[in-house]
Nanobody
Framework: QVQLVESGGGLVQAGGSLRLSCAAS????????MGWFRQAPGKEREFVAV????????YYADSGQGRFTISRDNAKNTVYLQMNSLKPEDTAVYYC??????????????????WGQGTQVTVSS
């Protein structure tokens, strides 16, 4: 099992930036991918971005394409989500997740078997 701890959330004005971090510990050697999901009040948890751990290949949801950048530091077992040009609709709890497989596809939350506690991102208009 992998333990994940997010940090970096907060309150920002529209157009501003935030960088989220997710530190992984435990059995990280079997990690296939690490991703970010978000959940706004009354909505389903949705995919934001993912990075394949060994290759560094990244994928993004349309909502964050061109504004969000996911990256990793293998030595620190940490994944980052740089979010620029934030919009009020980006307001949500952001969750870091890790998967050992690609069973349902990297966009599907059911692929991920380890989750962080979440960090709140609030974008004011």
């Amino acid at each position: 099992q992998v333990q994940l701890v997010e940090s970096g959330g907060g309150l920002v004005q529209a157009g501003g930036s935030l960088r989220l971090s997710c530190a992984a510990s435990g059995r990280t050697s079997s990690t296939y991918a690490m991703g970010w999901f978000r959940q706004a009040p009354g909505k389903e948890r949705e995919f934001v971005a993912v990075i394949r751990w060994s290759t560094g290949v990244t994928y993004y949801a349309d909502s964050g394409q061109g504004r969000f950048t996911i990256s990793r530091d293998n030595a620190k077992n940490t994944v980052y989500l740089q979010m620029n040009s934030l919009k009020p609709e980006d307001t949500a709890v952001y969750y870091c997740a890790a998967s050992r497989t690609n069973y349902y596809g990297v966009y599907n939350r059911n692929t991920y078997d380890s989750w962080g506690q979440g960090t709140q991102v609030t974008v004011s208009s």
